[in-house]
């Protein structure tokens, strides 16, 4: 099974740092991406972990620990722009799971 | 490089009529994939195409959805009859190939929102 779990609502301020996290559980697991969706609009890529680790992407930062079963994606000095839904979604022989999305709300 | 392209992309029907949505992935992406988007969740698979090729369809309820990648290019995807629980936004997106162990990330086209009355 492939059961993903991520915070459904989180709140910052403009500025400030959010560290969304995200656990799984699955077998033959492949890597594990972050997307971001603004409302009423399709998923983004943002990052793509496969190893053990922190890979950094501007003010977007995304670590995994495969033995844990644990992802975050740290956003650093948040915009207005970045409220949004952020998914995590977990690769399986070649198939894509979604968790539900965690809504990051940045506020003035 | 021109996206994923979807229509329509908004569509209003009532419970037992049937309903077609049309893909056309990025130029020279093999790989294909239908999501069902409900409200407050994350998308999940309906179907995965491999050039023409059926490579996943077991979360697509077949006895009412089907979909076609007849020149495995565009795919269409077709609901008869409808029923209220398939509102929804269905997102089409495709990717160059398969997962040979490197980053095969996807693109999303914006999606049909269905509604079923």
């Known amino acids: 099974g492939q059961n993903i779990d991520q915070p459904t609502e989180m709140t910052a301020t403009e500025g400030a740092i959010v560290q969304i996290n995200c656990t799984y559980q699955?077998?033959?697991?492949?890597?594990l991406f972050w997307y971001q969706q603004h409302a009423g609009e399709a998923p983004t890529f943002l990052s793509y972990?496969?190893?053990?680790g922190l890979e950094e992407k501007g003010r977007f930062s995304s670590f995994l620990s495969r033995s844990k079963g644990y992802s975050y994606l740290l956003l650093k000095v948040l915009q207005m722009k970045d409220s949004a839904s952020y998914l995590c979604?977990?690769?399986?022989?070649?198939?894509?799971?979604f968790g539900a999305g965690t809504t990051v709300t940045v506020r003035a | 490089e021109a996206g994923v392209a979807q229509s329509p992309r908004y569509k209003i029907i009532e419970k037992r009529q049937s309903v077609a949505f049309w893909c056309n992935p990025i130029?020279?992406?093999?790989?294909l994939y239908w999501y069902q988007q409900i409200l407050g969740q994350g998308p999940k698979l309906l179907i995965q195409?491999?050039?023409?090729?059926?490579?996943?369809d077991s979360q697509l309820p077949k006895d009412r959805f089907s979909a076609e990648r007849l020149k495995g290019v565009d795919s269409t995807l077709k609901i008869q009859p409808a029923k209220l629980e398939d509102s929804a936004v269905y997102l089409c997106?495709?990717?160059?190939?398969?997962?040979?162990?490197?980053?095969?990330?996807?693109?999303f086209g914006p999606g049909t929102r269905l509604t079923v009355t």
């Open positions: 699955t077998s033959g697991f492949n890597g």
């Open positions: 130029s020279g992406h093999a790989t």
């Open positions: 195409f491999q050039n023409n090729g059926v490579v996943d």
């Open positions: 972990n496969v190893l053990d």
């Open positions: 997106a495709s990717s160059p190939q398969l997962a040979t162990g490197g980053t095969y990330e996807q693109y």
């Open positions: 979604a977990v690769t399986r022989d070649y198939k894509l799971s």
